[in-house]
């Protein structure tokens, strides 16, 4: 069983910066592609950055430029490097790991933008 772990939310004022980091408990890690999601309040989840284990990435349009996704294959972690915040980036974010068996989801990391 595959359990991922996320931190590094937080609140944060617009035009800040924060960074996820999401850590997988095996090192199926290194053959799985990642993605970032998140979910504000009343919202459906939706994708905010994708990378596969070649380390190709693809970014919804409201985060590109702002957002950066990476992973280090060693540590078994993917992270989310997040800059000029804005308050619609408001939400839980949630990491998920897609395998070729099932995918697994994180529990989540609040970040808040707000003055």
């Known amino acids: 069983q595959v359990q991922l772990v996320e931190s590094g939310g937080g609140l944060v004022q617009p035009g800040g910066s924060l960074r996820l980091s999401c850590a997988a408990s095996?090192?199926?890690?290194?053959?799985?592609?990642m993605g970032w999601y998140r979910q504000a309040p009343g919202k459906q989840r939706e994708l905010v950055a994708l990378?596969?284990?070649?380390?190709?990435?693809n970014y919804r349009d409201s985060v590109k430029g702002r957002f950066t996704i990476s992973r280090d294959n060693a540590q078994n972690t993917v992270y989310l490097q997040m800059n000029s915040l804005k308050p619609e980036d408001t939400a839980v974010y949630y990491c998920?790991?897609?395998?070729?068996?099932?995918?697994?989801w994180g529990q989540g990391t609040q970040v808040t933008v707000s003055s």
């Open positions: 998920k790991m897609f395998t070729v068996v099932r995918d697994y």
């Open positions: 095996q090192n199926i890690f290194s053959i799985a592609s």
């Open positions: 990378i596969t284990s070649g380390g190709s990435t």
